[in-house]
């Protein structure tokens, strides 16, 4: 590279967007059917707030919400857990990051 195309290191970060990890995440996985929209619009309805991560594999739409304390993880993981007989929903789980508190699987039928 040279010279006077260099970038340092400091205007690098200060162009790169800074990532805070949550201490609890609710992820939910949902088959990519016909249905997706109205599922996801639900969801979404529900967080109050689209989800800050989602990507796509073997047929599952992954969403990720975060948040700052157990008890908010916990309200909307339990109310994502009532759209569980809904089919398209394959996992519905409150992840803690922190050491002490115990994450929550609420569904999970992947291979069932």
């Not at 990532?19 to 969801?43: Q, Y």
């Not at 996992?91 to 508190?101: F, I, K, Q, W």
């Given at each position: 590279?040279?010279?006077?195309?260099?970038?340092?290191?400091?205007?690098?970060?200060?162009?790169?967007?800074?990532?805070?990890?949550?201490?609890?995440?609710?992820?939910?996985?949902?088959?990519?059917?016909?249905?997706?929209?109205?599922?996801?619009?639900?969801?979404?309805?529900?967080?109050?707030?689209?989800p800050y991560t989602s990507s796509e594999s073997d047929g599952l739409i992954d969403l990720h919400w975060g948040f700052d304390s157990r008890a908010a993880a916990k309200r909307v993981a339990k109310e994502f857990a009532?759209?569980?007989?809904?089919?398209?929903?394959?996992?519905?789980?409150?992840?803690?990051?922190?050491?002490?508190?115990?994450?929550?699987?609420?569904?999970?039928?992947?291979?069932?």
């Open positions: 590279m040279r010279a006077d195309r260099a970038i340092s290191i400091s205007q690098l970060l200060g162009i790169l967007p800074v990532f805070r990890v949550a201490m609890f995440e609710v992820i939910v996985w949902v088959r990519k059917t016909d249905a997706i929209s109205v599922v996801r619009d639900e969801l979404i309805r529900i967080a109050a707030n689209d009532e759209l569980s007989p809904r089919p398209e929903i394959v996992l519905v789980r409150m992840t803690s990051y922190d050491d002490g508190e115990a994450s929550l699987t609420y569904k999970y039928t992947l291979h069932a």
